[in-house]
């Protein structure tokens, strides 16, 4: 199963966005409110405290989730572009990712060219830890996480890859619809959509391949510019 991703009524969803997603962030706050009032009382018993601070603490976890993977739209994109090493990038990424994997069994294999592109370098590294994160997340027992960069004349080709769970058709289809996530409570269904946006604007291409119970590839592809440039 694969698939192109530059759908133009996925991106027009992303205008309307803002709005929802300070519901969504309103949300675990609001419950958050309402248990620390509770526990002001007393005579609270112990379990009911101990429940009171679990609940409360997995709401603000998901307070966090929304905002990190929504950031980019919460900050309205200047003109900041510069050029980057790509290989530089990817090394940053994978220091943020490496506890994660490293929780989750996941070993990284690397192959990065010095290749310089032109892009903002905090969505860049957004974009990088939504889709390597997801990769991990899909690979719950000793996967590996694969990252390899190819140059072809004036473009580079950026693999990531996983051999987790994979995905059916119809998740793929959905891949990048606002909160489409299969992760329960535990996602937000906002990483990809940001990623692609990202992609996007950085006059890329994304080709997403997955095979169920065998594993994901994302294909990124990124026009190349001088190191100077
Ligand atoms: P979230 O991670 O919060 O669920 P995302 O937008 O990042 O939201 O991803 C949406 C969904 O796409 C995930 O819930 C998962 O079902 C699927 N997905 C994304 N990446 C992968 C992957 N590498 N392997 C398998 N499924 C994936
Ligand atoms: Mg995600």
Do not use: W
């Amino acid at each position: 199963v694969s698939k192109r991703v530059m759908r133009a009524e996925k991106m027009e969803v992303v205008s309307h966005l803002a709005s929802s997603i300070s519901h969504e962030v309103r949300n675990p706050l609001t419950t958050v409110r309402g248990f620390m009032q509770m526990m002001l009382h007393a005579d609270l018993p112990e379990h009911k405290r101990n429940q009171y601070l679990t609940t409360s603490i997995d709401e603000v976890d998901r307070a966090t989730e929304i905002i990190r993977d929504y950031l980019t739209f919460a900050k309205p994109s200047p003109e900041n572009e510069e050029t980057l090493n790509l290989k530089q990038e990817l090394e940053r990424t994978l220091q943020i990712i490496t506890p994660l994997a490293n929780m989750n069994g996941v070993k990284v294999e690397t192959n990065l060219e010095d290749v310089y592109i032109k892009g903002e370098e905090q969505f860049l590294q957004q974009c990088l830890v939504n889709i390597t994160k997801n990769c991990i997340e899909a690979m719950p027992e000793k996967g590996k996480l694969s990252i390899v960069t190819k140059t072809e004349r004036d473009k580079v080709l950026l693999k990531i890859s996983d051999n987790g769970k994979g995905m059916t058709e119809d998740q793929l289809l959905r891949l990048g619809e606002p909160y489409f996530t299969t992760k329960g409570r535990e996602g937000t269904g906002l990483g990809m959509m940001v990623s692609m946006k990202i992609i996007e604007s950085m006059n890329g291409k994304l080709n997403v391949t997955s095979r169920l119970n065998e594993g994901t590839r994302f294909l990124i592809e990124l026009p190349i510019v001088e190191e100077n440039g």
